[in-house]
T-cell receptor, first 113, second 111 residues
Framework: NAGVTQTPKFQVLKTGQSMTLQCAQD?????MSWYRQDPGMGLRLIHY???????DQGEVPNGYNVSRSTTEDFPLRLLSAAPSQTSVYFC????????????FGPGTRLTVT | TQLLEQSPQFLSIQEGENLTVYCNSS?????LQWYRQEPGEGPVLLVT?????EVKKLKRLTFQFGDARKDSSLHITAAQPGDTGLYLC???????????FGGGTRLMVKP
């Protein structure tokens, strides 16, 4: 049982490049979400999904796209990377949002130069 | 957007001391969670509180949810170096779709 996995662990991009951060879970959770973590700002929700084929925006969605074609996978796409997107990105999953435990992946540290 | 403010932002104490971390908001939350995060890892859930006034204990950690469900506190008794980490509170919005995280309290316990 791997839980929530994220790849890559580290990534450096140049401004304007695009890339996809991968997230997968093997717990059959319906709810998945992406957060970014910046120093002193806790975690901010980017996008979330309540099930395959259903996604919605969180607090800071601009510059990011998501899709949910399967229960297991929830990739996050950066369309045109900007230095302001330098951050640590965490994917999480749970049975339902809110009061149920969120299981977090190990994170992807992204630097945009 | 519902906001959660945590205080203090940083706390450095000696082993054996007691401490309290606060999580405050002007908004009402359906439930509130506390997570602990270690460097290079994702947050791990410590506790969920749901009812106003609820108190939960986890060994030396005591969590309280305010009567009005707008605030919460985490009290650690006789802190140990193993308690070092980033403590995050997170509130569930009334629609039940999103968690809002506080900015975190970075705790260092020196031996």
């Amino acid at each position: 049982n791997a839980g929530v996995t994220q790849t890559p662990k580290f990534q450096v991009l140049k401004t304007g490049q695009s890339m996809t951060l991968q997230c997968a879970q093997d717990m059959n959770h319906e709810y998945m979400s992406w957060y970014r973590q910046d120093p002193g700002m806790g975690l901010r929700l980017i996008h979330y999904s309540v099930g395959a084929g259903i996604t919605d925006q969180g607090e800071v969605p601009n510059g990011y796209n998501v899709s949910r074609s399967t229960t297991e996978d929830f990739p996050l796409r950066l369309l045109s990377a900007a230095p302001s997107q330098t951050s640590v990105y965490f994917c999480a999953s749970s049975y339902e949002p809110g009061m149920y435990e969120q299981y977090f992946g190990p994170g992807t540290r992204l630097t945009v130069t | 957007t519902q906001l959660l403010e945590q205080s203090p932002q940083f706390l450095s104490i000696q082993e054996g001391e007691n401490l309290t971390v606060y999580c405050n908001s002007s908004s009402v939350f359906s439930s509130l969670q506390w997570y602990r995060q270690e460097p290079g890892e994702g947050p791990v859930l410590l506790v969920t509180v749901v009812t106003g006034g609820e108190v939960k204990k986890l060994k030396r950690l005591t969590f309280q949810f305010g009567d009005a469900r707008k605030d919460s506190s985490l009290h650690i008794t006789a802190a140990q170096p193993g308690d070092t980490g980033l403590y995050l509170c997170a509130g569930e919005d009334n629609a039940g779709n999103m968690l809002t995280f506080g900015g975190g309290t970075r705790l260092m316990v020196k031996p």
